[in-house]
DNA sequence: CGTTAACTTGAATTTTGTCAATGCCTGTGG
DNA sequence: CCACAGGCATTGACAAAATTCAAGTTAACG
């Protein structure tokens, strides 16, 4: 199997690019908002929280996920820089957010969020659009839990972050994957110990070379 | 296993019950719309199209599906009457949507219901609601997906089709299940014969009887 | 440096998928 | 009314994939 038939069937999430132009309002509601820090595996929310901001990720990487009754963890999605956090909860959040690595946010009330976006003609159709590419990811991601064998929920993965890591101008070659097996694991419905084995197949395939822990060329 | 603990972890779509009162608003959108019929297996919409209509459902039951491909089918989600199909697509539909048996439904162009939930204070938090909703029901799918074992999946498929079925006093005893092993296996992400085998035991067990083809009592 | 957490690896086991054969409704046309 | 075709469902034997359990390594950090 090649890395690229492992790719998502669906569009790539579109407001990965900084300066997104037609994201910039929904951004810029923002821009007055103090920055906060959230170190690694701090909460930024917690599942059934009530849901009383939205946050904008400036730096970093955040996780969501459910916890199971017997304790295991779904990754239900990860939130990059430029992206919104906490759009789609209605009274409360829907998982719990930590801060993967060192996370940077700002933080606005959802009040003030929805009074902005409710009186924007403008807006509103971007918050919109926001919400459906989420429930998009959120197919891919059942897709790829449906049907996917290990290798490709794994090449699909590096994929993304190395997508998102090469900002604009296509993947980037060589890229910081600041996620540990566990995360993986969590995020691809598998377990370490698969995640492990796959990563060292797809090294010795030369499909992936491992410059440094957490730093990866893919091919 | 019980059949209990397999039941999601989320809570349960509150929006199944026909006169829900906090929804009437949205669904009373359709009530000047002539109803339209569907026959078994025929499409609503296709993935990709231009999202030109929403669709409330009076009758039957949709199913929404990604195609891979290999041509392999995931379901994301099923539709039931009172509930709106077609909402979370902002240029183009998110899947194929067919009809499971009959399906009676009502259409409404898009740009209406936009400019209605628009210009309504009361419908606009209804519409937030109804998208966020899904994204639980999908954040359960993918919960299901990437951690539950064949029978948990299956039972968790009953259990859901029984709330439905008993529509305000609890679960019914007996419920009509129109779907066939098929569409079960490409709802849970496993295959027809995995769906045949757990159903089978669970009959064996005890834990549901069938009466007649897509017919069954739970315990 | 030594401790701890994260990661790798192997072997045995479980779960699910695959392939192939068969059975069972349902509806159609003789 | 019966025979039969075609789709769906069941079952079995086997293969493949992933999990579990159990050691080991490695790497990070005080």
Chains 1, 2 share one sequence.
């Not at 090649?2 to 300066?19: D, E, K, Y």
């Not at 304790?71 to 939130?79: A, C, H, L, P």
């Not at 906490?86 to 993967?100: M, P, Q, T």
């Amino acid at each position: 199997m090649s890395v690229a038939s492992a790719a998502s069937h669906f569009p790539a999430r579109l407001h990965i690019i900084p300066n997104d132009q037609p994201k910039a309002g929904l951004l810029g509601l923002f821009s007055q908002q103090p920055l906060e820090m959230f170190g690694r595996g701090q909460a930024v929310f917690r599942d059934g929280d009530p849901a009383m901001h939205v946050f904008k990720i400036v730096n970093g990487l955040v996780r969501v996920a459910k916890i199971l009754n017997d304790g295991s963890r779904v990754f239900t999605d990860f939130f990059y820089p430029g992206e919104i956090l906490g759009l789609a909860a209605d009274e409360r959040y829907l998982g719990d957010a930590e801060a993967v690595g060192e996370v940077q946010l700002c933080r606005l009330s959802r009040n003030r969020f929805q009074q902005a976006v409710d009186s924007s003609d403008q807006l509103r159709p971007q918050f919109v659009n926001w919400l459906c590419q989420e429930t998009a990811s959120a197919q891919a991601r059942m897709v790829l839990l449906a049907r996917k064998k290990a290798e490709e929920r794994v090449c699909d993965l590096l994929l993304t972050l190395a997508r998102r890591a090469g900002n604009n101008n296509g993947p980037a070659s060589e890229i910081e994957i600041p996620i540990s097996r566990i995360d993986m694991a969590d995020y691809l419905g598998l377990t370490i110990e698969t995640v492990s084995r796959t990563m060292t197949n797809l090294i010795r395939r030369g499909v992936i070379q491992s410059s440094a822990r957490y730093r990866f060329t893919i091919r």
